[in-house]
């Protein structure tokens, strides 16, 4: 099982991924186009990703944090970037600002 989010692969008997909270699923997709996605925002703070996550998963809105799981292996500040589809851009401000995250 994979999580369609994060990509992270669970043994069998898990069905939700533990850090995007999502259903896993028994195959992946290809992978995202990289020169689709664009920088958004840099996140310093797990809380905000959370809740930005959240926000977006609802408004269906294609994106992904690169960088996020690192920090977890180092001593160092979360320091993740908000890669969002370019076609989502002004929604995915949009949703930014009203969470006064930008």
């Known amino acids: 099982m994979y999580c369609p989010i994060c990509r992270a692969e669970y043994r069998e008997g898990f ?3 533990t850090d995007c909270d ?8 290809p992978l995202p186009d990289a ?3 664009i ?4 996140i310093f703070n ?4 959370a809740v930005i996550k959240a926000s977006l998963d609802k408004a269906g809105i ?10 977890r ?8 970037r908000l890669m969002v589809r370019e076609d989502f851009k002004g929604e ?3 949703i930014l600002k009203e969470l006064e995250i930008i």
């Open 22 to 29: 999502t259903d896993l699923v028994e195959e992946l997709g």
């Open 92 to 94: 995915a401000e949009s």
């Open 39 to 42: 920088k958004l925002a840099t």
């Open 73 to 80: 292996l180092a001593p160092v500040p979360l320091s993740a």
């Open 62 to 71: 294609q994106y992904y944090f690169e960088g996020e799981q690192s920090h």
């Open 46 to 49: 797990e809380g905000d990703i």
């Open 35 to 37: 020169l689709d996605f």
């Open 15 to 17: 069905y939700e991924c």
